[in-house]
């Protein structure tokens, strides 16, 4: 199949361990946040989302954190597993506008 | 299938041609968008419509490129005389209007031109 980001940030993981990957931004007047996942050959998908008057959502095995201080924006996966292999992308709106503005990814591998 | 359909999945053309793009979006989502992406990078904004209307358009997008979504349901995005540097994928997403945000993509349109 068709492979995203040859040439992304790579982040190795054993199954089983938490995994961390963050994102930079750098517009302070984004007020809303989205953290998509990209399988080979795939669309984007939705994982989990986050508003700028929040600093933590958590979902099924996925917490967003944010921190406006220093604009930076983190998704810890638990306990990862080898279907959570994939290309991870945050993504940023700015208020008054359905314009979102996507990071450049970093790949999650899942070692066995 | 319910989601977002693109059509065509695959297009290879020679530079110069023309090439049109079409995407379905999810039934009664009224917000529809067009993101390029290439190879390392994430997707690049390109344009956005709310129902038939075009809201937003990216810098990015050249005369070459236009996108229309005349009865604010399926939406065509057509590139003219492509330049290799055309050659992404191009993807599709919508969302409804009570939406908190999240987009739903298509599978993309992966161009090519040779």
């Known amino acids: 199949g068709e492979s995203v980001g040859l040439h992304l940030p790579t982040l190795s993981v054993q199954e089983g361990d938490n995994s961390i990957i963050n994102c930079a931004y750098s517009?302070?007047?984004?007020?809303?946040f989205i953290w998509y996942k990209q399988e080979s050959g795939k669309g984007p998908q939705f994982i989990i989302d986050i508003r700028s008057n929040m600093d933590k959502r958590q979902g099924q095995r996925v917490t967003v954190l944010l921190n406006k201080t220093v604009k930076h924006l983190s998704l810890q996966i638990a306990a990862t597993q080898p279907g959570d292999s994939a290309v991870y992308f945050c993504a940023e709106k700015s208020k008054g506008t359905y314009k979102y503005i996507f990071g450049t990814g970093t790949r999650l591998k899942v070692l066995a | 299938d319910t989601g977002v359909s693109q059509d065509p999945r695959h297009k290879i053309t020679k530079r110069g041609q023309n090439v049109t793009f079409r995407c379905d979006p999810i039934?009664?989502?009224?917000?529809l968008y067009w993101y390029r992406q290439t190879l390392g990078q994430g997707p690049e904004f390109l344009t956005y419509?709310?129902?038939?209307?075009?809201?937003?358009k990216s810098r990015l997008l050249s005369d070459r490129f236009s996108a229309e979504r005349p009865k604010g349901s399926f939406s065509t995005l057509e590139i003219q005389r492509t330049e290799q540097g055309d050659s992404a994928m191009y993807l599709c997403?919508?969302?409804?209007?009570?939406?908190?945000?999240?987009?739903?993509f298509g599978e993309g349109s992966r161009l090519t031109v040779l």
């Open positions: 419509f709310q129902n038939e209307a075009q809201l937003e």
């Open positions: 039934s009664e989502h009224n917000r």
């Open positions: 997403a919508s969302s409804p209007k009570t939406s908190t945000g999240e987009l739903f």
């Open positions: 517009n302070s007047a984004s007020d809303y």
